[in-house]
């Protein structure tokens, strides 16, 4: 099956400042990559370059299509939902669903309506009347009534509280992904989403640092627990990263056998934000 | 398609009610302005039966006159509403959705920013008009109701004295002509607003007013010469479009020697003289400068990029 986006050698440029540098990946369908990196490391441009909010340099293709040159035929089988992609404040919520159902020919108003009838959102309210947590079930009711190939979420829970982040995820999960859907997704809590990821991309300073599949991840790299003279015997096998927790010391091996630590210490596999600050220190040292 | 253009048209009545409010507003202070005119001058002041007695006595030509003028004065005071409405209208449309950071969902969805500015423009030169003119004609047969009780009351005939001289269909065929007159001679400035609206960060109103004050004082200290006042403000004084939109001489019996001298079976359709304005270069001309600013409106919407934080 071809690739949901194949992206090789893309570039943003904001006038000196490149947010996007020479960056080449492809995801494939049934994938649910996370966009991971700090701010200003170029996560949302990378996005929006491959919403078509904005033009770049490079070859990128989303489901086929030059996102930016074709944005009205890709965005009928694309969703996305930002923290920056804010509802109309002043729509009454049945109007809103109308609205999309007009304009949009992938969206099944009775799955949006059937969706609605498990929330508190009341159809004769304005958005600016319902509480964000109850936005956030309207925008997910539109979401899920849509028939899309990629969901792109770009910080889609920012300002929730844990219930509505656990449930927008949950609710992803269960009635939207399948093996012919995508899901690109940023975040800065990355715990949150790291047990549902199959991919995973670090990004920094407009670079892409890293792009494995997290079963690639958990082969390839190993967290040592260890202390005294044995974390001496082990930091002679190069981590790539060391911090020390409780007077214990952590090491990040990258491409180390399992079974030369096993004696060492304390072995597992790390977790994505442990990962990422080690790979970044790596890349930056 | 139609479906799809009606509901960005809807959309754009919901987030601006003032479209349909303002004349809503206008007509009511209208109709009870007339009724208490009516009720104080008419009723206790000269008393409904002196009135209808000096309708009798003006005759066929004093009723047509004041029954006409009685419907086409309050016109006006909708003209003026519609024309700042439409104003500030377009200078919001594309600003609001930047301000309330909507505008990203409405990129989520497959519509194209041709589309979009293009259904902005349409309501602000077409939707809001026929608002306005649907609030105009209800307003004139209110009016006339209001008439009628009125002459009722004071014991004459309403139908002689207040339905068979009004002009009404004509008066209505009028306005019809004269807002899509409007709506296509002031083109560029709706244009204008809409495209300070997608362009300006913030201050639209300044950005979209501010050129017109300052250009033509810079191009007269720089080289003397008055042709930016000459086009842009004197385009946007209505004397310029009347003039374009009536054949010449029956102009003048029209509003030069209102009410007195107007005869008794004046057609005002023989002032229309839509080939006259359709060959006046000015209506052309405006209309290529509407384009440039439109398309500039559309570009602004799809490259602007804001939200370059991350």
């Known amino acids: 099956m071809t690739a949901v986006v194949q992206a090789r050698g893309v570039s943003k440029r904001y006038g000196s400042t490149r947010a996007v540098d020479d960056v080449s990946f492809e995801v494939e369908p049934g994938r649910i990559v996370g966009l991971i990196g700090p701010n200003g490391a170029g996560k949302t441009t990378l996005l929006k370059t491959l919403l078509g909010l904005t033009d770049c340099e490079g070859e990128l293709r989303v489901l086929g299509l030059d996102p930016f040159r074709q944005r009205k035929q890709l965005m009928q089988n694309i969703c996305f939902v930002a923290d920056v992609a804010v509802l109309p404040p002043w729509i009454r919520v049945s109007d809103l669903l109308d609205f999309v159902e007009a304009v949009h020919p992938n969206f099944s108003r009775r799955e949006a309506d059937a969706f609605l009838e498990r929330t508190p959102v009341r159809r004769d309210a304005r958005v600016k009347e319902l509480s964000k947590g109850m936005v956030t079930q309207l925008h997910l009711s539109i979401i899920m009534a849509i028939d899309a190939k990629l969901l792109v979420l770009d910080e889609p829970t920012l300002g929730l509280d844990i219930l509505f982040r656990k449930e927008f995820y949950t609710t992803i999960l269960s009635d939207y992904f399948d093996e012919q859907r995508t899901i690109i997704v940023t975040t800065h809590q990355v715990e949150e989403i790291e047990h549902i990821l199959t991919d995973v991309m670090f990004i920094d300073d407009g670079r892409v640092v890293l792009d494995e599949s997290v079963d690639a991840v958990a082969d390839r790299y190993v967290e040592l627990t260890t202390s005294g003279d044995r974390a001496e015997e082990a930091l002679a096998l190069q981590p790539i990263a060391r911090r020390d927790v409780f007077g214990k010391k952590v090491l990040t091996f990258e491409g180390v056998d399992r079974e030369r630590l096993h004696g060492l210490g304390e072995v597992k596999t790390p977790g994505l934000a442990d990962l990422f600050v080690a790979k970044l220190r790596g890349a930056r040292a | ?310």
């Open chain 2, 1 to 310: 398609m139609i479906r799809r253009a009606y509901f960005l048209m809807q959309r754009e009545l919901w987030e601006h009610r003032a479209l349909y409010l303002t004349p809503l507003v206008i007509a009511f202070i209208v109709v009870l302005g007339v009724a208490t005119a009516l009720v104080t001058g008419g009723g206790r002041i000269v008393g409904f039966e002196n009135m209808v007695a000096g309708m009798q006595l003006g005759g066929q030509v004093g009723s047509v006159a004041g029954v006409t003028a009685l419907a086409v004065g309050p016109s006006t005071v909708f003209v003026v509403g519609l024309a700042f409405l439409v104003f500030f209208y377009s200078i919001d449309a594309l600003y609001a959705e930047r301000k309330d950071r909507s505008i990203l969902f409405w990129k989520s969805l497959p519509l194209t920013d041709t589309e979009v500015v293009l259904s902005k423009l349409a309501t602000a030169a077409l939707v809001a008009p026929v608002i306005t003119f649907g609030f105009v004609a209800a307003t004139h047969v209110v009016i006339l109701c209001l008439s009628t009780v009125a002459v009722w009351v004071g014991g004459g005939s309403a139908w002689e004295l207040v339905w068979r001289p009004v002009p009404l269909l004509q008066i209505w065929v009028l306005s019809v002509y004269l807002l899509i007159g409007a709506a296509l001679w002031f083109l560029p400035y709706i244009a204008w607003g809409l495209f300070c609206s997608a362009f300006a960060k913030k201050n639209v109103f300044l950005w979209a007013v501010l050129p017109f004050v300052v250009t033509p004082l810079v191009e007269r200290l720089l080289f003397d010469t008055n042709l930016f006042a000459k086009f842009a403000l004197g385009r946007l004084s209505y004397m310029q479009w009347i003039k374009a939109s009536f054949s010449g001489e029956n102009l003048h019996i029209a509003f030069g020697d209102m009410p007195g001298r107007l005869t008794g079976d004046v057609n005002l359709l023989s002032l229309v003289d839509p080939g006259k304005f359709l060959s006046t270069p000015g209506l052309w001309g405006g209309l290529v400068v509407a384009a440039g600013f439109t398309a500039g409106a559309i570009y602004f919407r799809r490259y602007r990029d804001e939200t370059a934080n991350g």
